[in-house]
């Protein structure tokens, strides 16, 4: 079978070329396209289902019951032909039976056929139906084949969308004329107006089938040329002021533009018979299809990258380029997009650029960390905006709570401008306070440093105000690198992170990666555990693989070489792993003093308590550090059994809950009564209620993001800091039903800024 559908894939295309072209009714025609398709694939099966009126009819088979059709319909999400249209996915099943998804028909005589292919339909990024083959022998069918299918499901879009057969939508959608809100993932803070502007109109693929496949051929040779030679253009010249350039982002960005899989790919497309658009349509439907199936961010975002790139050929090769980049910005805009590739965002007038919305997006995306760096607020998740808004309306965006208005009536303006007033208000006190030492009103000083993970983070140290970085993740440079980073590219990194923090101190944590951080070019490293989070991960990883820490212990103290090198080692469980840690650090420092290298002038060696079960030996632990730091995302997640990025999951992962607290106090008693300096790290300590507690804990010392200093240094100087402990080991004693409205009343009464 395989064989035999990768060789009448052409002739498949050339027969509906010629269905097409003859007279006759869409209903003619779609019959004999399902007739053409069984025989070709030798399926005993072939069937086409169609959008209308919110519901999936069947519109022509060859082996089902004919009486069935324009009978049969299917809701969007029911069945198997519904699940592919409401996801937009392939199913690809050996025994139809056994999926979930599975609705019977009687009216199809489907009961004897056991295995099932279907793949959506697709016009204008929306499903509009599904083609579907059949067998009575349950077997999984091959790639060749479903890419046969998706290569026939492309041209039949053609030939539905110009006869207006279909919705044309995934579903139905009511817009109202009043104003609508929106919520989504807070991707960048802050809030912003302005008018909606669509980053690209969509390029619809109008002509699928080559007259002439060299000329196609040649059409995306010189497509792919044009586009690398922009993309090398805007990697040489991307500004991010007082961030400077996150080269290591768009250098990834660059390597999938010189991808030979992917224009191999397109090129295996362009030999079926596609043309060039149709082409890199079809690789880009099956790549969305494989994104809808991965679950690690990292890969998803690299996937994202490519789907960036595959827009910006297909408009292109098709001679459309004028995105609103290339057009320009007239007003103050906040641009729509599905997602956006940071090499897009860098091409965009900041001055008139407000903010940006996607209906996909994620806080680990390279365009998310460039956002950040030029301060445009984003927004994503925000699912179907591209079909909730016109160009030109009016959009209020409020970054700091994820939430967006469309088409706001007068009152909800003029409120908003208020709270944008207010909020520009806030940040610029927030500012002033940068500048001024963390004391309370009752003298006590507590250490604000800042997370990071590239250089330019440390370089903007002075912006922050912050009295150091107290996590640097060295893995991010893993993260968005296409090769596993050498030493000397580790060294150069963390040498120019030491010379812009100067005199300020740096803890380098080492690698985090492994379990939902898996690296492509290192193929042992995926993790498919059911947990990745607790899986094979972190310092478990880096000690199994020790020329992996080996390089970057070496790394790290040549870099130092000087100053003093502080080292962190994350998600340690037992005393004994930060021993091995330890001592391979140390035999690298024997190895630099041989070689006569220069030396760190001192090391200071500490551990992440992010595994409960590290609380339990700290009595064993603490004598041989120099300084613990505690995971708070990890380690809330662990101690309640409650995975932080599961919504449903969101009440039962709470850092205000007497459970966490009570925890995180028994350890930083017994790191008091060691002498065993502690500081706090994770999205708990840039939070300023959350942050009070931890002050009321005994925390003395915070790494947080850049955006909290100036609100956690704000709440510190309001606080009196031995008034909130005494209260807070009172509400632990006795804890009340609600922890976060009893912390919240006290700030409030005793005038603590935690907003």
């Known amino acids: 079978m395989p064989a035999s559908a990768a060789a009448s894939a052409r002739e ?22 399902v007739e053409l398709i069984a025989d070709k694939m030798q399926s005993e099966v072939c069937s086409i289902y169609l959008l209308r009126d919110g519901k999936l009819e069947l519109f022509a088979t060859h082996g089902l019951r004919k009486e069935a059709v324009h009978v049969t319909r299917l809701k969007l999400g029911e069945g198997l032909v519904g699940t592919i249209a409401e996801e937009g996915r392939i199913l690809n099943l050996a025994e139809a039976a056994h999926h979930p998804a599975f609705a019977y028909r009687p009216e199809t005589g489907e009961e004897r056929f056991h295995s099932f292919a279907g793949v959506p339909i697709v016009r204008l990024e929306s499903p509009i139906g599904v083609l579907a083959v059949q067998h009575a022998e349950p077997r999984r069918y091959e790639d060749v084949e479903i890419e046969a ?55 619809v693929v109008e002509h699928t089938v080559a007259e002439d496949i060299e000329a196609e051929r040649d059409r995306v040779y010189s497509a792919f040329r044009k586009m690398r030679e922009q993309i090398d253009s805007m990697t040489r010249d991307a500004e991010f002021g007082i961030a400077g350039e996150h080269q290591e982002i768009l250098e990834t960005y660059r390597m999938f533009a010189y991808d030979e899989g992917w224009s191999r790919r397109i090129n295996e497309a362009i030999d079926s018979g596609l043309t060039a658009e149709a082409a890199i349509e079809r690789v880009q439907q099956r790549m969305r299809a494989r994104m809808r199936d991965i679950d690690d961010p990292l890969l998803q975002e690299r996937m994202h990258d490519l789907e960036d790139l595959s827009n910006r050929l297909l408009r292109i090769v098709s001679g459309r380029m004028g995105t609103a980049a290339q057009t320009g910005l007239t007003r103050d805009t906040v641009l729509i997009a599905r997602n956006l590739g940071p090499a897009e965002l860098l091409e965009y007038d900041r001055r008139r650029l407000k903010a940006v919305l996607l209906e996909e997006g994620s806080l680990t995306s390279h365009m998310t960390i460039v956002a950040r760096a030029i301060g445009i607020p984003v927004i994503g998740r925000l699912n179907d905006i591209r079909h909730s808004v016109e160009d030109g309306e009016t959009i209020l965006v409020d970054g700091d709570n994820g939430s967006v208005i469309i088409r706001p009536t007068r009152p909800l303006l003029t409120s908003f401008e208020q709270r944008m007033v207010m909020s520009h208000k806030r940040r610029a006190e927030f500012a002033a306070q940068k500048a001024l030492p963390a004391v309370t009103r009752d003298g006590l000083q507590v250490g604000v440093m800042v997370n990071a993970g590239l250089a330019e983070d440390a370089a903007s140290l002075d912006a922050t105000g912050a ?19 050498g030493r000397d590219r580790q060294q150069r990194l963390y040498t120019r992170v030491l010379e812009f923090a100067g005199d300020r ?87 630099a003093r041989k070689a006569h290298r220069k030396l760190p002038t001192r090391i200071e060696y500490g551990a992440m308590l992010e595994v409960p079960s590290l609380a339990e030996t700290l009595d064993q632990l603490l004598p041989r550090v120099d300084f613990l730091s505690i995971g708070t995302n990890d380690l809330t997640q662990f101690l309640f059994a409650a995975d932080r990025s599961d919504p449903r999951l969101a009440q039962r992962y709470d850092w205000l809950s007497p459970a966490i607290l009570r925890f995180l106090k028994r350890v930083l008693d017994a790191a008091r009564e060691a002498d065993v300096p502690v500081r706090v790290c994770g999205e708990m300590a840039g939070r300023p209620l959350e942050a009070m507690a931890l002050v009321g804990l005994g925390a003395d010392a915070v790494s947080i993001t850049p955006a909290g200093v100036g609100p956690v240094k704000a709440m510190v100087r309001s606080l009196d800091a031995a008034a909130l402990r005494k209260r807070l080991d009172q509400l632990l004693a006795r804890p009340p039903r609600d922890m976060r409205k009893a912390l919240t009343d006290w700030a409030r009464r005793h005038s603590v800024t935690i907003d």
Request: no cysteine.
């Open 12 to 33: 498949i295309l050339t027969g509906l070329h010629e269905v097409m072209a003859a007279r006759g009714s869409v209903q003619s025609k779609l019959d004999r396209v």
């Open 505 to 591: 101190p740096v803890v380098f944590r080492t690698v985090d990666i492994g379990g939902d951080k898996a690296l492509p070019y290192l193929s042992d490293v995926h993790d498919e555990a059911e947990n990745p989070a607790m899986g094979w991960r972190a310092l478990r990883l880096s000690l199994d693989r020790s020329t992996l820490m080996i390089a970057q212990a070496r790394a790290l103290i040549e870099a130092s070489a000087g100053r003093v090198l502080r080292v962190m080692f994350p998600m340690v469980s037992e005393p004994w792993e930060y021993e091995e840690a330890r001592k391979l650090v140390e035999e690298q420092v024997e190895w």
């Open 467 to 485: 009295d150091g970085i107290g996590l640097f993740r060295t893995e991010f440079q893993f993260l968005v690198s296409a090769t596993l980073p």
């Open 149 to 203: 299918l998706q290569t026939v499901a492309m041209v039949l879009s053609e030939m539905i969308g110009a006869a207006r057969l279909v919705d044309g939508a995934r579903r139905a959608r009511i817009r109202s004329a009043g104003p609508l809100r929106l919520a989504g993932l807070k991707l960048v803070a802050g809030m912003a107006r302005g008018e909606a502007v669509f980053h690209e109109p969509r390029v």
